[in-house]
């Protein structure tokens, strides 16, 4: 099954299972069923609880906000993730306030869909990956849809967080086949994070490296993990959170070693990689070869033309090279404390 | 923005400082505006009066460098929400902006609640977290920010022709929201999905310092038309008047037939604290439309022991309240 499909299965099971549940936005009716196809079929099955709007992100946004003050579980759909810009102040000053500036909790059950990132030659404005304007605002919780966490099972985790959430998309990752880690490695579980690791057990044990990344760059992570293995005879860990914020990093700590790096498609500066490196240097600075590594894509607008995309984007030989050069320096530091 | 503060605002509002005779009257100088108002049914006068005394006791707290913050008082306006009072059930939802201190003693009259929100004691309504201006009580919720508050409208309405047709969304916003975007949008929408969605508009003809001529091109009504969405001026001050004129209107909305009601109303005070820049013949003119100087001329033997029952009563309120110990709360985002 595509990842595609997982999600647009979700969407199904959510409607199906609640009856007070809403999904909306633009252009999602069949027969389009959204520009992604991820919200097909929802609106024959569910006539009057699927909602097509106007282009109006914030209105639409704010929709979902007063539905879920109601009472009510509202999805909204922003069709290409740049414009949930257009919305930030109903999830900032609006939704994520209101669960919490009122003295008491006051649960909101919504989720704002932000299909993310590039690699498909949209441009400027409908590739970008935005989840860096996002963190840190108490009350917002961001996901990122991932290739190894079950959709049904993270709109749930969602939804039962009674706060608004943004969950990114990334774009790519709709028709990827679901749940697969390809050659040379396995994936497996652990509570809320995916681990990826090598099918032999002995580089699965000892990683030379540990890599975090959002769902969205997995596959370019791993792609790096087979061709460092395979090259530079370098065995690495992939872990994949389905929530990015807030961060659980006491999840990580188990799984981290002496190296470690994060790889995201963001632009730099302020990113999530930041975040998360706060956090692990905050837990286990003296378990550190050296200082969290951030990979992310080019300091650039992402172009349009596929050769010119590449060189912006972060890229699975960018991946690879980052974590030969930690790997490398590592080897040549003394070990700490 | 920064505001300094003394008692003169207070002072300037009720016309203390020009030597009135009565407290709390508009002052001496102006002869009242306007046709000769009805005689008002008690509870209403009451209300009107609590919300008048709240407002003038909160500016007279800042002066006294009582009170954290900011905070946006209704002296003039304070009919507007004493008008719809019986035209809204507990079933429908209001929501309410920054300048919605009557809007909240309209539908709960819990100046307690109110006085130890904005003074952060205990048996605040919000934990002394939210203030002035953002406050959450039933299907009553206020928040700061322009415009934002009309989509949200939208969904609770959405929500409500759905699940409980016959109750509205009541959505407050002044003369200067209209500069917000969100506000056509989610018109739009309140007219594509037949939403049960009461827009009032309270027109004081000024935001913050800039004069409606100023930040609005047309007009309200142009505005609403062009959505092909119901509206109803109201130009008179008089409860009497307003009430049963909205009152058709407002059923009809419960239909699913969005309305905007304009009330063009005067605001007595400065936008926040003391930072009124107006000259002082618009402060007059602004006064002179001010429903309590008009009563206490038409109906003084009514006004009068009401005025100093309700004054008396809100002077209570403030010693109690500000007696109590701070509230308590924990973050819990």
């Known amino acids: 099954m595509r990842v595609a499909e997982n999600l647009n299965a979700a969407l199904h099971g959510l409607l199906d299972d609640d009856p007070a549940a809403y999904v909306l936005g633009e252009d999602v009716l069949d027969p389009y069923g959204g520009a992604f196809k991820i919200t097909r079929g929802l609106s024959t099955r569910f006539p009057g609880r699927v909602i097509t709007t106007p282009i109006s992100e914030g209105a639409l946004t704010g929709v979902a906000a007063g539905l879920a003050l109601a009472g009510n579980t509202a999805v909204a759909e922003i069709m290409f993730g740049d414009f949930a810009t257009l919305a930030f102040d109903q999830l900032c000053n609006f939704a994520a306030k209101s669960v919490s500036m009122y003295g008491s909790r006051l649960p909101l059950r919504m989720i704002v869909r932000c299909p993310t990132g590039g690699g498909r030659g949209y441009g400027p404005t409908h590739s970008q990956s935005l989840q860096k304007h996002f963190v840190g605002v108490p009350g917002l919780a961001l996901y990122e849809m991932s290739p190894f966490h079950d959709n049904r099972e993270v709109l749930a985790a969602m939804v039962e967080r009674g706060e608004p959430c943004l969950f990114f998309e990334d774009k790519v990752l709709y028709t990827r086949p679901a749940g697969q880690a390809g050659p040379l490695l396995r994936v ?41 293995l395979l090259e530079e005879e370098i065995a690495c860990r992939l872990l994949v959170p389905s929530r990015l914020y807030p961060l659980d990093a006491e999840a990580l700590l188990p799984h981290l070693g002496r190296v470690v790096l994060v790889a995201e498609e963001s632009a730099p500066g302020g990113a999530w990689g930041a975040e998360v490196a706060h956090q692990v240097h905050q837990r286990a600075w003296e378990r550190l070869r050296g200082p969290v590594r951030l990979v992310c894509s080019r300091a650039s607008v992402i172009p349009t033309a596929a050769h010119l995309e590449r060189e912006v984007l972060v890229s699975a030989p960018a991946i690879h090279r980052a974590v030969r050069e930690a790997v490398r320096r590592a080897a040549q530091e003394a070990p700490r404390g | 923005m920064t505001e300094t503060m003394t008692g003169a605002a207070a002072e ?20 009242p505006a306007g046709p000769a108002l009805s005689r008002l049914a008690d509870d209403d006068l009451d209300l009107l009066l609590l919300i008048r005394h709240f407002e003038l006791t909160l500016l007279r707290l800042y002066g006294r460098g009582e009170l954290n913050g900011t905070t946006h008082t209704c002296l003039g306006q304070e009919y507007v929400p004493v008008a719809l009072r019986p035209l809204l059930g507990p079933g429908d939802f209001v929501l309410s902006n920054h300048r919605g201190h009557g809007h909240y003693l309209a539908r709960f009259g819990d100046a307690h609640g109110l006085l130890a929100e904005i003074m952060g004691r205990e048996g605040a309504v919000c934990g002394g977290v939210g203030g002035s201006q953002h406050i959450h009580r039933d299907r009553y919720l206020s928040t700061g920010v322009q415009g934002e508050s009309l989509p949200v409208a939208a969904g609770v309405a959405l929500h ?66 062009a959505f092909g969405i119901d509206h109803h001026p109201v130009v008179s001050a008089d409860v009497n008047e307003i009430r049963p ?24 005070g400065p936008h926040s604290k003391g930072d009124d820049t107006r000259p002082p013949a618009q402060v007059r003119a602004a006064r002179a439309h001010d429903w309590y100087a008009r009563y206490a001329h038409d109906h003084p033997g009514h006004l009068h022991p009401a005025d100093e029952r309700v004054r008396a009563r809100v002077e209570e309120i403030a010693a109690e309240v500000a007696a109590r110990p701070p509230s308590r709360w924990s973050p819990c985002a």
């Open chain 1, 188 to 228: 497996r579980r652990d509570g809320d994070l995916a681990v990826v690791e090598p099918v032999v057990p002995e580089l699965a044990d000892r990683p030379d490296c540990v890599i975090v990344a959002p769902g969205g760059t997995a596959h370019r992570a791993m792609e790096a993990m087979r061709s460092l």
């Open chain 2, 12 to 31: 300037a509002v009720t016309g203390a400082a020009a030597g009135s005779a009565a407290p709390g009257t508009a002052g001496p100088a102006e002869a």
């Open chain 2, 160 to 225: 409500l022709r759905r699940a409980e047709p016959g109750a509205l969304a009541c959505v407050y916003i002044g003369d200067g929201t209209w500069g917000e975007g969100a506000v056509y949008e989610a018109l739009n929408l309140a007219a594509l999905w037949d939403l049960p969605l009461l827009v009032v508009v309270e027109n004081n003809g000024i935001a913050q310092s800039t004069p409606t001529g100023a930040h609005l091109a047309g007009s309200i009504a142009g505005r609403a038309a």
């Open chain 2, 245 to 268: 004129a909205l009152a058709p209107l407002v059923a009809r909305v419960r239909e699913g037939r969005p309305l905007v009601a304009e009330f063009r109303t005067h605001r007595l």
